[in-house]
């Protein structure tokens, strides 16, 4: 009870979405309907959006909203509402599956916890830190000096991914018109 | 700090309240000038002039059967509407209604929270509203409502991409996400519209695209698909979905007018305020001088919000391959005009002329190639 007490209260809100993520997430492979699947996954995107928020990072956790749940879900939904999957999947009683999966598992979580006793997490001093790391402008110069060359071949990346999007939805001739 | 707090909720409370009102009255107008449009009395019954009708209405609304259809996916059928509504109501938290308000000695801006991505949030918010006609038109287990949502989905990305070029280029000009920033930044007659005149009549395209309003609601078009997204619904759900699009029509004109109108800044005002202040005192003068710039402000939302009702009861809507083409292959590349030549003008040192000379000559240069290139190959 001593301990409850002592919690302050950003710390209540940082459990309340770190609790949120994961019930999001467990919701995410746990329901049998893609549709409840994807929407447990938002309230997982909008979890992780709170976290960045809690830790003054605005911009990210506006930015994970827009491109995750505001774009690429919207298109999840848009998909299987088009092809409007309302039969239940029926993966876990397929046994290679769950054989593989439980395989997989296990080694990710062997792997995350080597990496975690082998890490060094820098101790923070409250004296130095800045509460405004994660503001855009701080961003943005970091993108634009330090970064520069990642940042650019990305947006080459990003120009070749649009490039291939048209190049796929493009009408090849004698196709079909509708 | 208590008192802060304080006044900090009464205005969160009464811009809440403000959002909720002004769109029950949208309702009221909507019919009074859709009468005056069409040469019809409109509703007169309820109170002087029909005055209580969206009372009546909400009342009615309230009293139906809630009624949820044997094969629909009951939570979700029910959290649809509540979706729609929340998405709707919270963007208006970082609109600046008002400049500061003196109180003792503290000065506290008329605006929900004053964060430093404030248009991004508005814009996330935006693409979540998907989400409630999406939920809500898959759950109802009907093909016209999933019809409606699956066109309501597609509209909206289509003209999102075009929504957030328009703003990357307010953005460019300001040098500033903030969106009291960008109100100060249009101090006295200093708007953006002037700037980039392109530009607003693109968002404003996208905002009635945004807000599924008539030339763009294609989600709900009664001659194919019934009311398509909301045809399953009855009684307080179906109002939450009205409800939501009065609202959004409410915060987009909020948004249009502090992007491109200046919010609460109008030609005179230094004036002004000097005036009340040398006449009222200190306090009093400044107060009186916000109200009434915020009172400016909301005559702007009001003069948009007819805008949006005017276009609804004249123009018929579009098909919805013309939707589609309007918005990828007319509205994306001229926000990307748009966008360059606002870079070039506020890098210029000139803004004003370098932006109309850029837009003007890049319309003049793109219309007569176009009627030449036709003339001879046609």
Redesign the interface.
């Known amino acids: 009870m001593e301990i409850l007490k002592n919690i302050a209260m950003v710390e209540w809100v940082y459990y309340f979405f770190a609790a949120l993520a994961i019930s999001g997430a467990l919701g995410t492979i746990l329901s049998k ?1 893609p ?1 409840h699947s994807v ?1 447990a996954l ?1 309230i997982t995107f909008f979890s992780l959006s709170g976290i960045y928020v809690l830790l003054n990072a ?2 990210l956790a ?2 994970n ?2 491109v995750y ?3 690429i879900m ?2 999840f ?2 998909v299987i ?2 092809l ?1 999957l309302r039969q239940e999947s029926n993966e876990l009683s397929n046994t290679s599956m769950v054989v593989a999966s439980t395989v997989s598992g296990l080694l990710l979580a062997l792997m995350l916890v080597a990496v975690f006793r082998k890490a060094y997490i820098d101790p923070i001093s409250p004296a130095l830190f800045s509460s405004e790391t994660g ?2 402008e701080r961003l943005g110069n970091l993108l634009y000096t330090h970064y520069m060359l990642p940042f650019e071949l990305v947006s080459v990346l990003f120009l070749v991914a649009i490039s291939g999007a048209i190049l796929i939805g493009k009408r090849e001739k004698g196709g079909r018109h509708f | 700090m208590e008192s802060v707090l304080l006044i900090k909720g009464i205005i969160i409370l009464v811009i809440f309240a403000l959002s909720l009102g002004i769109a029950a009255y949208e309702t009221y107008f909507e019919r009074v000038i859709a009468a005056y449009i069409q040469d019809r009395v409109g509703p007169d019954r309820a109170g002087p002039h029909g005055i209580l009708q969206p009372l009546a209405d909400a009342g009615k609304l309230f009293f139906k059967e809630d009624f949820v259809p044997v094969m629909a996916d009951k939570w979700l059928f029910i959290i649809g509407p509540g979706i729609a509504m929340f998405t709707a109501l919270m963007s208006s938290a970082v609109i600046p209604f008002g400049d500061t308000l003196k109180i003792g000695d503290l000065l506290v801006p008329i605006q929900g929270m004053d964060v430093n991505i404030g248009i991004l949030w508005v814009f996330g918010v935006v693409a979540m509203g998907v989400y409630g006609m999406l939920i809500g038109g898959w759950a109802s287990n009907n093909k016209y409502s999933l019809y409606g949502a699956i066109r309501a989905a597609s509209q909206a990305i289509s003209y999102e991409i075009a929504l957030g070029l328009c703003l990357l280029a307010v953005i460019l000009v300001t040098g500033s996400l903030s969106l009291r920033e960008i109100a100060t930044q249009q101090h006295g007659i200093n708007w953006n519209v002037f700037y980039q005149p392109v530009g607003f009549i693109l968002f404003f395209v996208c905002a009635l695209a945004e807000c599924n309003r008539t030339p763009f609601d294609l989600p709900e078009t009664e001659a194919e698909l019934v009311v398509g997204y909301m045809t399953e619904f009855g009684s307080m759900k179906m109002g939450l979905y009205m409800f939501a699009e009065y609202v959004n029509m409410f915060i987009s004109s909020a948004i249009m007018a502090s992007l491109y109108f200046g919010a609460y800044n109008y030609p005179g005002m230094d004036f002004v305020r000097e005036f009340l202040i040398s006449k009222l005192g200190d306090t009093t003068g400044h107060n009186l001088a916000t109200l009434l710039g915020t009172a400016v402000f909301f005559l702007k939302i009001f003069m948009f919000i007819f805008t949006f009702m005017w276009i609804r009861w004249t123009l018929p809507r579009f098909k919805y391959e013309q939707l589609m083409k309007l918005g990828w292959q007319w509205m994306v590349p001229l926000a990307m005009v748009n966008l360059v030549v606002m870079a070039v003008a506020t890098l210029s040192g000139k803004p004003l002329l370098v932006a109309w000379l850029g837009m003007g000559g890049f319309l003049l240069v793109y219309f007569t190639g176009r009627s030449m290139y036709e003339k001879r190959f046609n």
């Open positions: 309907k549709m929407i938002i605005q911009f506006v930015v909203i827009i749940a505001g774009a919207v298109l939904l848009f509402m088009f409007n503001m855009i």
